[in-house]
């Protein structure tokens, strides 16, 4: 079964860092695009970050030079650091993984379960 989990969402002050990761586990050979989405209340689910398997990211217009994406292949983690939060960037942060090549299927479309991240003024 492959799964993605996150962690290392919290509570934090407006200005400080956070960093959240989401590993996917399970029998995987590749995976293509991984990225992360976050949703607050009342709005539409957005893509923060993304980042391909040769490492091209893309990024949010209103994070760039805040937040960045990384990921580590070996390990089938990706990453996003955050600096500089603001009390806009309080939601629930999801995890994405596209293209997900295991042995048995591929997987065009997997969600993390999502961690909040709230960020205090």
């Known amino acids: 079964q492959v799964q993605l989990v996150e962690s290392g969402g919290g509570l934090v002050q407006a200005g400080g860092s956070l960093k959240i990761s989401c590993a996917a586990s399970?029998?995987?050979?590749?995976?293509?695009?991984m990225g992360w989405y976050r949703q607050a209340p009342g709005k539409q689910r957005e893509l923060v970050a993304s980042i391909t398997s040769t490492g091209i990211t893309n990024y949010l217009d209103s994070v760039k030079g805040r937040f960045t994406i990384s990921r580590d292949n070996a390990k089938k983690t990706v990453y996003l650091q955050m600096n500089s939060l603001k009390p806009e960037d309080t939601a629930v942060y999801y995890c994405?993984?596209?293209?997900?090549?295991?042995?048995?299927?591929?997987?065009?479309?997997?969600w993390g379960q999502g961690t909040q991240v709230t960020v205090s003024p």
């Open positions: 399970g029998i995987i050979v590749s995976i293509n695009t």
């Open positions: 994405n993984a596209d293209g997900i090549i295991s042995w048995s299927r591929r997987i065009n479309d997997l």
